[in-house]
């Protein structure tokens, strides 16, 4: 293949108004409060589905195999209804961004008026993250076992529901309700964000009392996913895939990525790259361990001889200081070629791994190179950053340019996560560590004030790398050496903080 410069086919393939009534539109009506708690199987999906199949054609993509709808048969296992709600005076807070439903809760109703710290029975108990002495939210801590054991409890002690409110930070709040197998309790149990938390409950702290009204009712049932797939033919003998999945209980945390999918294809459209296939889907299915995306692979047979690679768009509405984070890099010895061009125009996180909780990784484990764009996690409540949608979409087309005009790129398997296993913490930190830092240590993301290690010195940005005499390399050997402790303990900490070496002694009272 003649080479060429590949941006000289990307510069203005979006036209000159890159606020196009079609971009705010897209957004519009796939944020909108009707399609807000879309997921798989109920009708917010299907109209979310419908307008994608629409686009699609609209920009002259042909329907893979004669369809752009194509269903999946799936079962919720006690999926919450519908018409389930909570509200905090007379005002509805959303699942999945300001309140997360635990999968062993039961279901109940009432309106009731409550306090944080005053439990009486058959009200709701109101628990902070505080008063739990542990990173709830760390994947290799007891955190999720030790509310299970704690609302178990509250139940039996009387509790009509309980609400684990996040006290602390944003940055410990769950990002989707814990998995763990656990016994099913009576009373409905979840959790509420930092932002609802201090939206609803702090924000009304010299009131009498918390009006809380809910209806939370959960079933098994079946139902039909949707996965929505286009397809722009060049008869060549291999295909690239671009996806992002659609589905999901808050619907800005996918928006971004479905449009930024939308605006790919109508680079694909305009400027007509000619050396691979392109198959465009937008994938359902995402919360129920990625049906959507396993299913398109064994539906189509889409195998490493038949695709080139895969990339995958996540949450991206969240640009700031042109940070990005890209996921896979390490799935092929090709794709440093192909985001060089990125590089120079991001501040680039990167993680080298194929497998990890996104639609990408069943790609990944059918030998298929892939790579997934995102933006660095923010409060759920942010606004979206429309023009960082479209800045990330352009690039996007660049690199797709560049794969167009370059041989079929080599596979390579990269390292598998870490198996987590839970281990019981006794003390708490009174920290929370970044989950998404991949160099040695563990970076601080969070203080909590009046806590160990507040009073012990350590600042946000502190990088512990050495807890008395061992090395730190990550969060796993952190939480294996922070389980040794007892209160009452003490331990000497090395951090880094800027170029600097400190030493901080931490006492757990």
Not at 33 to 50: D, T, V, Y
Not at 169 to 195: C, G, N, Q, W, Y
Request: proline content about 3%; some cysteine; glycine content about 8%.
């Amino acid at each position: 293949m003649q080479a060429q410069n590949p941006l000289a086919k990307v510069k203005g393939f979006f036209g000159t108004n890159t606020k196009s009534n079609y971009f705010e539109k897209d957004i519009e009506y796939l944020n909108s409060s009707a399609l807000i708690k879309r997921s798989a199987g109920n009708l917010a999906e299907a109209k979310a589905a419908k307008y994608i199949a629409n686009r699609m054609a609209q920009m002259k993509l042909q329907p893979y195999q004669g369809k752009y709808i194509t269903p999946f048969t799936i079962k919720h296992t006690n999926k919450l209804s519908d018409n389930s709600y909570v509200e905090f005076f007379k005002k509805k807070v959303s699942w999945g961004s300001d309140i997360l439903i635990m999968p062993y809760s039961g279901s109940g109703s009432m309106a009731a008026m409550a306090l944080p710290g005053f439990n009486e029975p058959d009200n709701v108990w109101f628990i902070k993250f505080s008063d739990l002495g542990v990173e709830l939210n760390n994947p290799r801590g007891d955190g999720s076992i030790r509310m299970h054991s704690k609302a178990q409890q509250a139940i039996r002690d009387g509790a009509a529901a309980v609400f684990f409110i996040n006290d602390v930070a944003t940055s410990a709040d769950f990002r989707t309700a814990p998995t763990d197998v656990l016994e099913s309790l009576s009373k409905p149990v979840v959790i509420m964000s930092h932002t609802a938390y201090k939206k609803h409950i702090a924000a009304n702290k010299d009131k009498d009392w918390i009006n809380v009204k809910y209806d939370i009712t959960k079933n098994s049932s079946g139902g039909e996913g949707k996965n929505v797939v286009g397809y722009w033919s060049n008869r060549a003998k291999e295909t690239i895939v671009i996806g992002a999945h659609y589905d999901g209980l808050n619907g800005q945390a996918n928006t971004s990525g479905v449009a930024a999918l939308l605006k790919t294809i109508e680079f694909i459209s305009t400027k007509k790259l000619q050396n691979y296939n392109y198959m465009f889907i937008a994938f359902s299915g995402h919360n129920m361990n990625m049906a959507g995306a396993k299913k398109v692979i064994q539906q189509y047979n889409l195998n490493n001889t038949k695709l080139n690679c895969m990339i995958h768009i996540d949450d991206i509405g969240s640009l700031e200081t042109n940070k990005l984070s890209i996921k896979g890099a390490g799935t092929s010895p090709d794709w440093g070629d192909m985001l060089v061009n990125i590089n120079l125009k991001y501040l680039v996180k990167y993680d080298d791994r194929g497998a990890g909780y996104g639609d990408y990784e069943p790609f990944y484990r059918s030998d298929i190179p892939v790579i997934s764009f995102s933006t660095p996690s923010v409060s759920k409540d942010y606004t979206m950053n429309k023009e960082g949608i479209i800045t990330i979409a352009e690039s996007i087309g660049g690199m797709l340019a560049e794969i167009d005009n370059s041989p079929k790129m080599r596979f390579k398997k990269t390292k598998e996560p870490i198996k987590i296993k839970k281990i019981s913490i006794q003390v708490s930190m009174g920290v929370q560590p970044d989950y998404d830092f991949f160099e040695n240590g563990v970076r601080i993301n969070t203080i909590v004030e009046n806590k160990a290690g507040y009073n012990a010195g350590l600042k946000v940005g502190d990088i512990i790398i050495r807890m008395d005499a061992y090395d730190i390399k990550d969060i796993n050997m952190y939480m294996d050496e922070l389980a040794k402790y007892k209160t009452g303990s003490t331990i000497m900490l090395t951090v880094l903080r800027g170029e600097e070496k400190k030493k901080l002694l931490v006492k757990f009272d």
